[in-house]
């Protein structure tokens, strides 16, 4: 069971995707009979962001860039997530990255953001090159997607981790890293 103090839940929520709507969305469903109910909910209130939210979202966090992704957000799992995804001894793989991301980041004026977490580096330079034929408003809408898989992503690590921690299943109210 996750059943926080709604302040305490907000702040989570925040810190895991930066939209006052999807927060308050998402917390108007607690309790939460488990984290699958949570992603459930969370997922649902973000689709789809509109375009005002994700420039909002993109405003909100830093963006841990690697050569040519970002990930939302300035936390451990960030980090740890960016370098499984440019941990390669693959000289090709790293420059194709690097460059792409650039003109990713000339083209649309932001760093390359995606979930890379479950995929592969191949897989994030297949997404890179595939992204950057769509046009603004279609990336951008993509970049929606993103975030909500990020959010999606951080509140199963945090909620997981937490339950874990409890031995029970239930989320207690105890204090958590920020995710964002």
Request: glycine share 6%; net charge negative; proline share 5%.
């Amino acid at each position: 069971m996750i059943d926080l103090p709604e302040g305490e839940l907000r702040e989570r929520l925040a810190t895991a995707l930066s939209v006052p709507r999807w927060v308050d969305e998402v917390a108007a469903e607690a309790p939460f009979a488990d984290v699958d109910e949570l992603l459930a909910a969370a997922r649902r209130a973000g689709d789809p962001l509109a375009p005002d939210e994700v420039d909002q979202a993109l405003e909100q966090h830093d963006l841990v860039t690697a050569p040519a992704t970002g990930d939302a957000g300035a936390d451990e799992y960030g980090r740890r997530e960016q370098r499984a995804a440019h941990d390669t001894d693959d000289p090709q793989l790293v420059k194709a990255l690097a460059e792409g991301g650039a003109v990713y980041e000339e083209r649309f004026g932001r760093a390359f953001v995606i979930r890379t977490a479950g995929r592969s580096r191949d897989e994030v330079v297949d997404e890179l090159d595939r992204r950057l034929k769509l046009d603004d408003e279609a990336e951008k809408q993509e970049v929606g997607v993103q975030l909500v898989e990020i959010a999606l992503q951080r509140l199963r690590v945090v909620f997981a981790e937490r339950t874990a921690e409890t031995g029970r299943g239930a989320e207690t109210a105890s204090p958590v890293q920020p995710v964002a």
